[in-house]
C-alpha cells in the first residue's frame, strides 16, 4: 500500500513499517500525493479522526528527507506546533527512522527555529539532545522551552528523554535537572527568555490552590542562588531589567522585591535603578485614582524602600500628590516627614505641606502632621515659632477637635516661640469655631472682634430660598417646538414639565394638522431612547412614531413590558401612552386634561373645571386614563366659587370632580407604624414603613391603573425612583416614598436622586419621607448624600423639617449599627458649611442625648465637635444632661474632650 492509502486507513503503524522500507527518495516522490490529499481535508481537520490525523502527519513528516525540510514542517501550526502538549509518539518514531547525525542536525534547526516565550517542540529538541549526545542549543526559544517543561504539570510522556523529573517542587526538578548548571545561568542573562516573573504574586495568592516560593521561578532561583547554583548578582540584574521593561506594577513587582531581600550592599548599588522605577510610578499617581487603583502602586514605591535622599530627588512631585486621594496624600505625607526628620526638607517646603494637609477632612493626616510639628519643636526649640505658625493653619480645619488639638501644639510651644508670632495667630484664630475663641483668646491676647460679636449675638440660620410656584408654560404653539422638546425628553427622561407638554402637544397638533406634525417628527425619529425595564417618560417617542405611522421600535413600550413588569407609576404611564395613540388615531380629544399647571406635577382646579368645560361644551366625554390622572394632580379647594363652577358642570365627569373636590381627594394617613420606635428598633429600616393603602376614593371606583398607583404594593421594585413617580401623586409623597422607598432593591439606590424632588413636592412631610432622607445621608456615594443634604434644606427653608423625628431614625439606625456614624458627621457638616448652623444644631440636639447613653455610639465624638461648631454659631443655650455627664468623665478621648467643649458652649 502507498503512504497515501495507509493514512487513508488510519495506519500508523503501517505508515512507520512503509517508511521505514523506502529510500529517501522514494519517500520523497510521495509527498506531493499526501500534501493532494491533505488540502481538501484542512478546513475540518479537527474533525478528522484522530488516528488518521496521525497516520496523515507520519507520512508527510518521513516524506521530509532533510533534517531542514523536517524542521520547517514540524515547526508549522498546522501540524501541531501551536499545541503546548507534549510530542506525539508517532512524531518520535518518524524521526528514529533517520540516522544520528540527521537527528542532531534536526535538533540544532529546531532550536533555531524555537520562538521566544513559546514551549512549542523544545521537548523534542530536548529528547534529541539526551539521544544523540548533540550540543545543547543555547538559543532563547530552547532555553524558554526547557524552563515551561519544568513549570508545566503534564505528566511528562515516557517515550521523551529528558523533560521534568520526579519532584514535587519547580525547585526540586530544577536542582536535580543535569541541564540546570548550563541553562539557568544563560536563561539569567537573555531578557527574551520568559521566566513568568509578572505571576509570581499571582500564583502565591491563587485561591484553591497551595502555591509555595518554590513553586515560581523567582523562588525557586533564589533558593539556588544561595546554593550557589546561579549567580545572586545575575539573578538580580534579571528581575531589574524585567521590572524596567514590562509593566509588572503593583502587587506583583512588591511581591518580587520583598522576597528578593536585598542586602544593604545590594540596594545601595541599584540606586540608579530603583530611582528609574519609581517615577513612573509617581507619574502614575500624579493621575490619582480609585484605592483599588493606587494601592498596587503604593505597594510597589514601598518594596521599592527609596531612602531618603533617593525620595528628595522627586521632592515636588511628593508635595504634589498630597492634594491626591487619601491613600496618596497618606504616603506622600509619610515621605515627606521621613525627608524632614532626615534634615532634608526646606522650612517653606514645610508649611507648604502643612498648608495642604491641614485642611485636609480625613483626621488621620492631620493628627500626623501636628504630631510631626509637636516632635520637631520639642527636638529643636528653635523651630518653635515656625511649628505654631504651621499648626495655627489647623485653625480653619472644619473639625472643632482637630481646632483643639491644633491649640494644643501651640500652647506647647508659644513660649518658646516668643511674642513675634502673635500677630499672625490672632489672624489665624479669625477662623477657629466660636467655641474655642475664648480658649485662642487666653493663649493669643486679645479674641478678634469679630469673634466676641458672634458669640454675644445670635446667628442667622442661612437657608435656601422658598420656592415660588413654577407654572407650566402655555402649550405648545407649533409642531417644530413639539419635535424639539421631543428630542429633549428623549434626552432627558426626568423632565417632568417637559413632558408633559410634548404628549399634550402631540395630541393638540395632530388633531389640528397631523400630517405637518409628522413632518416635523421625522428627524427626531432617528434616534431612539435608551431602552429600560420599567415604563419612562421618553417612552412617548412611541406615541410619536405611532403618530406617523411608523412600524413600532423593537422596544416598544407595550411589547417591552409584557416580559418586565412596570412600577406602579410605570403602570399608569402605560396607560396613559396608550391611550393618547388611541386618542390620536380617534381624534376623540382636543387635548389633555391631565396636563398640569406647576412643576411638580400639581393640577389648579380652577384650571381643570375650565377645561371639563371646554370639553362639556363639545360634547366630549374625557378619556378614563386621562381624567384618573388629572384628578390625582389636582389641588385640593375648599374655595366655593371653585366647588360651585364644579358642580355647575353637567357631565359625569365633571360631578365625579365635584364630588372628588368636597371630599379632599386621597385621604392622608400616617405611614408610621404602631409601636415604633420601642416595638422596631431592632429591625432594620426597611421594615419600619409599613404599605398603607389609602382610604376609598369618593364617587367611582378608580381605573386599575390608577387603583395600583394608591394601593399597596409587596412586590420589590426593580426600578429607581424618578421625579415623575412623585408628580403623579404631587399632593401625597409620603403615599409614594412608602409605596415605593424600600421596595426598590436597596444594592441600587438609583432613587436617591429624587429626594430632592420630593422635599419640593406636595402634601405632609411625614415619617416615610424623613426616614428616606435619614437613610440617604449615610449612603456612601458623595452625590447620593448631596441629593439628601439638597432636601434636608428645601425641608428646613419650607418649614416642613421635623428634627426631632429626624433624629430619632437617625440614632436607632446608629444604635442598631445599621449606619455609619462618619457618614451622617459628613453629611451634616456639608448641611452646615451651606450656613445652617441652626437647623444642623436642632437635629444634633436632639441626636446627641441618644448617642451619648452607655454604650456611647462608636462616631459620637465627631458628631459632638460638629455640635460645638453649630451651637457657637448659632449662639445655642441650655443644658444637656448626657453632654454633661459626659463632659465629666475622666480620661481624654474624642467624646469627653468634645463633651467638655459643647457643655461650655451651652452654659
Avoid at 53 to 60: G, I, M, S, T
Avoid at 230 to 246: G, M, N, P, S, Y
Avoid at 684 to 707: D, F, I, M
Avoid at 797 to 805: H, I, P, V, Y
Amino acid at each position: 500500500m502507498t503512504l497515501v492509502q495507509l493514512a487513508e486507513a488510519g495506519d500508523v503503524d503501517g505508515v512507520l513499517r512503509e517508511l521505514a522500507a523506502l529510500t529517501p527518495d522514494e519517500r520523497a516522490a510521495q509527498a506531493e500525493a499526501l500534501e493532494a490529499r491533505r488540502a481538501p481535508l484542512r478546513a475540518g481537520w479537527y474533525r478528522v479522526p484522530a488516528q488518521e490525523r496521525d497516520a496523515q502527519l507520519a507520512a508527510e513528516l518521513g516524506c521530509r528527507t532533510d533534517p531542514e525540510a523536517a524542521a520547517d514542517w514540524i515547526m508549522q501550526n498546522e501540524n501541531g506546533a501551536n499545541s503546548f502538549f507534549p510530542c506525539g509518539a508517532w512524531m518520535l518514531d518518524v524521526v528514529n527512522l533517520q540516522p544520528v547525525a540527521w537527528r542532531a542536525e534536526l535538533a540544532a534547526q529546531l532550536a533555531d527555529r524555537l520562538p521566544p516565550g513559546m514551549a512549542v517542540r523544545s521537548d523534542l529538541v530536548e529528547h534529541l539532545v539526551h539521544d544523540t549526545g548533540c550540543p545543547v542549543p543555547a538559543t532563547d526559544g530552547f532555553i524558554g522551552g526547557w524552563l515551561h517543561w519544568r513549570h508545566s504539570e503534564w505528566e511528562h510522556p515516557p517515550h521523551l528523554r529528558g523533560g521534568p523529573r520526579a519532584g514535587a517542587t519547580l525547585l526540586e526538578r530544577l536542582r536535580v535537572d543535569e541541564l540546570s548548571p548550563m541553562l539557568l545561568p544563560l536563561a539569567l542573562e537573555r531578557p527574551a527568555v520568559y521566566l513568568g516573573a509578572e505571576s509570581f504574586h499571582s500564583l502565591l495568592t491563587t485561591r484553591g490552590r497551595s502555591y509555595t516560593r518554590e513553586d515560581t521561578m523567582l523562588g525557586a532561583l533564589i533558593s539556588l542562588a544561595e546554593e550557589g547554583l546561579v549567580d545572586r548578582a545575575a539573578l538580580i540584574r534579571r528581575v531589574f531589567t524585567d521590572l524596567a521593561t514590562t509593566e509588572t506594577w503593583g502587587w506583583n513587582a512588591a511581591a518580587m522585591l520583598t522576597e528578593l531581600a536585598l542586602t544593604p550592599e545590594e540596594h545601595a548599588s541599584l540606586t540608579r535603578e530603583r530611582v528609574a522605577l519609581a517615577e513612573p510610578l509617581l507619574a502614575r499617581l500624579l493621575q490619582d485614582g480609585t484605592r483599588a487603583q493606587t494601592a498596587p502602586l503604593l505597594a510597589y514605591l514601598r518594596a521599592l524602600a527609596l531612602t531618603a535622599a533617593e525620595k528628595a530627588l522627586a521632592l515636588r512631585d511628593h508635595v504634589a500628590l498630597l492634594d491626591m486621594s487619601s491613600p496618596v496624600a497618606s504616603y506622600a505625607q509619610e515621605v515627606l516627614i521621613g525627608l524632614d526628620e532626615a534634615g532634608l526638607l526646606e522650612a517653606d517646603v514645610l508649611t507648604e505641606a502643612c498648608e495642604r494637609v491641614l485642611l485636609r477632612p480625613e483626621k488621620k493626616l492631620v493628627r500626623a502632621q501636628l504630631t510631626r510639628l509637636d516632635r520637631a519643636a520639642r527636638e529643636d526649640p528653635a523651630r518653635a515659632a515656625r511649628t505654631v505658625l504651621d499648626a495655627a493653619t489647623t485653625l480653619g480645619h472644619q473639625d472643632v477637635g482637630m481646632q483643639d488639638r491644633a491649640l494644643d501644639v501651640i500652647a506647647r510651644h508659644l513660649k518658646a516661640a516668643g511674642d513675634s508670632v502673635l500677630p499672625e495667630l490672632r489672624t489665624a484664630a479669625a477662623r477657629i469655631t466660636p467655641g474655642l475663641a475664648a480658649r485662642a483668646a487666653d493663649l493669643f491676647g486679645t479674641a478678634p472682634d469679630h469673634l466676641t460679636d458672634r458669640l454675644t449675638g445670635q446667628y442667622a440660620d442661612t437657608l435656601p430660598a422658598v420656592l415660588e410656584p413654577r407654572p407650566v408654560p402655555c402649550p405648545i404653539e407649533t409642531a417644530v417646538e413639539v419635535a424639539q422638546e421631543l428630542a429633549a425628553v428623549v434626552a432627558n427622561d426626568k423632565d417632568v414639565v417637559t413632558f408633559e407638554r410634548v404628549l399634550d402637544g402631540l395630541v393638540r397638533h395632530a388633531r389640528l394638522d397631523r400630517e405637518a406634525l409628522a413632518r416635523a417628527l421625522k428627524p427626531v425619529m432617528r434616534k431612539e431612547p435608551r431602552e429600560v425595564l420599567d415604563c419612562t417618560q421618553s417612552d412617548v417617542f412611541d406615541v410619536a412614531r405611532a403618530l406617523r405611522g411608523d412600524e413600532p421600535r423593537k422596544s416598544h413600550f407595550t411589547t417591552r413590558l409584557r416580559h418586565n413588569a412596570p412600577s406602579p407609576a410605570g403602570e399608569l404611564l402605560r396607560a396613559r401612552l396608550a391611550e393618547a395613540i388611541d386618542i390620536i388615531e380617534t381624534g376623540a380629544q382636543p387635548f389633555l386634561l391631565a396636563v398640569p399647571t406647576d412643576a411638580t406635577g400639581a393640577l389648579d382646579a380652577v384650571v381643570l373645571v375650565q377645561r371639563l368645560a371646554v370639553l362639556d361644551g363639545l360634547g366630549i366625554t374625557p378619556a378614563p386614563v386621562d381624567l384618573a390622572q388629572a384628578l390625582l394632580r389636582v389641588t385640593p379647594s375648599a374655595d366655593e366659587r371653585v366647588l360651585g363652577a364644579a358642580g355647575q358642570l353637567g357631565s359625569d365627569a365633571g360631578h365625579r370632580l365635584t364630588w372628588w373636590l368636597r371630599g379632599g381627594g386621597l385621604p392622608h394617613r400616617d405611614s408610621r407604624l404602631a409601636g415604633w420606635p420601642d416595638a422596631h428598633w431592632r429591625k432594620h429600616p426597611t421594615e419600619w414603613l409599613s404599605h398603607v393603602p389609602p382610604e376609598p376614593a369618593p364617587g367611582p371606583a378608580l381605573l386599575p391603573a390608577a387603583a395600583t398607583l394608591v394601593g399597596p404594593h409587596e412586590e420589590v421594585l426593580h426600578h429607581p425612583m424618578v421625579p415623575f413617580w412623585l408628580a403623579q401623586l404631587p399632593h401625597h409623597r409620603e403615599l409614594v416614598m412608602v409605596r415605593d422607598y424600600f421596595g426598590y432593591r436597596m444594592s441600587d439606590r438609583g432613587w436617591a436622586h429624587a429626594l430632592p424632588f420630593a422635599a419640593e413636592s406636595g402634601g405632609p412631610a411625614g415619617f416615610a419621607l424623613h426616614l428616606a432622607l435619614a437613610y440617604t445621608l449615610t449612603y456612601d456615594q458623595q452625590g447620593e448624600r448631596d441629593a439628601a443634604v439638597d432636601a434636608l434644606l428645601v425641608l428646613a427653608a419650607r418649614g416642613q423639617l421635623d428634627t426631632g423625628l429626624l433624629a430619632r431614625q437617625l440614632a436607632l439606625m446608629l444604635r442598631g449599627k445599621r449606619i455609619e456614624a462618619s457618614r451622617v458627621t459628613a453629611s451634616l457638616r456639608s448641611a452646615a458649611d451651606t450656613g445652617a448652623y441652626a437647623t444642623v444644631w436642632s437635629v444634633l440636639e436632639a441626636l446627641l442625648p441618644h448617642l451619648l447613653r452607655d454604650p456611647v455610639v462608636r462616631g459620637a465624638g465627631a458628631l459632638l465637635a460638629l455640635g460645638v461648631d453649630c451651637a457657637s454659631r448659632c449662639a445655642a443655650k441650655g443644658e444637656i444632661p448626657e453632654v454633661t455627664t459626659a463632659a465629666g468623665r475622666t480620661g481624654s478621648s474624642q467624646v469627653v474632650k468634645n463633651a467638655r467643649l459643647l457643655r461650655e458652649v451651652l452654659s
